[in-house]
C-alpha cells in the first residue's frame, strides 16, 4: 500500500521479554519518526531520524529502548526487558521532502502497534 | 518547556452544525501548529497547518484561527459530519521543528 506500514498491530507481552516494532514508510519519505502513545493522552515523540541517521533520540525514556533505520528506510523500535509502563501504541510516521512543498508538520502516521505486557 | 493543550477533552454536537475546538500554547516563540484527528484504532491524520503570520487559514470545511495576544488557536469545522467523529489535537513543533508537543486532545462527538 501507499503509506506507513506497521507491524505487528498488537503484540503481548510478558513483563521482562524483549520486544521488536517495524515500520515501513512511505517510498522517498527520508524523515521517520517514532511516539507512544498511552491510553487517553496525545502521543509523545520518542525518536528521529533522517535517512539512517538518528538525529534525535531525546524522547526514548531509558535505555531499554532503542531505534535503528541501517538502510534509511525501514525502521525497527526495540524495546528490552519490558515493563507494565511501556504499555502503549507505538506510532510510527514519515514525513515527505520538503520539495514537495508541504509543511514541516505534515506526518503520515502508521495505525500503529499495541503494545500489551502483562 | 513548550506545552499545549486543549480546553475542553470531550465535545458533542449535533450533526450539520459547526464544531469549535480550541487549544491554548504556552510558548510565545513558537510559530507553527498543526491539527491533527485521531480516528479509534487508527493513527493521527493531518488537517491543517497554520503559521504565525497568519491569523486564520481555510481548509475544506475547516478554518483555523491563531490569536498570537492570547495565546490561543481553534478548529472550525463547518456543517459536521459524522465521520468528523475523533480526537483532535493541535501540535506545536519544537523549535527544531522535528519533535512535536501534541496536547491531550478533544474528542469530539457527532449526534446524529
Known amino acids: 500500500g501507499a503509506g506507513v506500514s506497521q507491524s505487528p498491530r498488537y503484540k503481548v507481552a510478558k513483563r521482562g521479554q524483549d520486544v521488536a516494532l517495524r515500520c515501513d514508510p512511505i517510498s522517498g519519505h527520508v524523515s521517520l519518526f517514532w511516539y507512544q502513545q498511552a491510553l487517553g493522552q496525545g502521543p509523545e515523540f520518542l525518536t528521529y531520524f533522517q535517512n539512517e541517521a538518528q538525529l534525535d533520540k531525546s524522547g526514548l525514556p531509558s535505555d531499554r529502548f532503542f531505534a535503528e533505520r541501517p538502510e534509511g528506510s525501514v525502521s525497527t523500535l526495540k524495546i528490552q526487558r519490558t515493563q507494565q509502563e511501556d504499555s502503549a501504541v507505538y506510532l510510527c510516521a514519515s514525513r515527505p521532502p520538503s520539495t514537495t512543498g508541504r509543511g514541516a508538520g505534515e506526518l503520515f502516521f502508521g495505525e500503529g502497534s499495541r503494545l500489551t505486557v502483562l | 518547556g513548550e506545552s499545549v493543550g486543549l480546553h475542553l477533552p470531550t465535545l458533542s454536537v449535533q450533526e450539520g452544525d459547526n464544531s469549535i475546538i480550541n487549544c491554548a500554547y504556552s510558548?510565545?516563540?513558537?510559530?507553527?501548529f498543526i491539527w491533527y484527528k485521531q480516528e479509534s484504532g487508527k493513527g493521527p491524520q493531518f488537517i491543517i497547518d497554520?503559521?504565525?503570520?497568519?491569523d486564520k487559514r481555510q481548509g475544506q470545511r475547516v478554518t483555523v484561527l491563531l490569536n498570537k495576544t492570547v495565546k490561543h488557536l481553534s478548529l472550525q469545522i463547518a456543517a459536521t459530519q459524522p465521520g468528523d467523529s475523533a480526537v483532535y489535537f493541535c501540535a506545536d513543533p519544537s523549535n527544531t521543528g522535528n519533535q512535536f508537543y501534541f496536547g491531550t486532545g478533544t474528542s469530539l462527538t457527532v449526534i446524529p
Open positions: 497554520i503559521r504565525s503570520n497568519m
Open positions: 510558548n510565545s516563540a513558537s510559530d507553527y
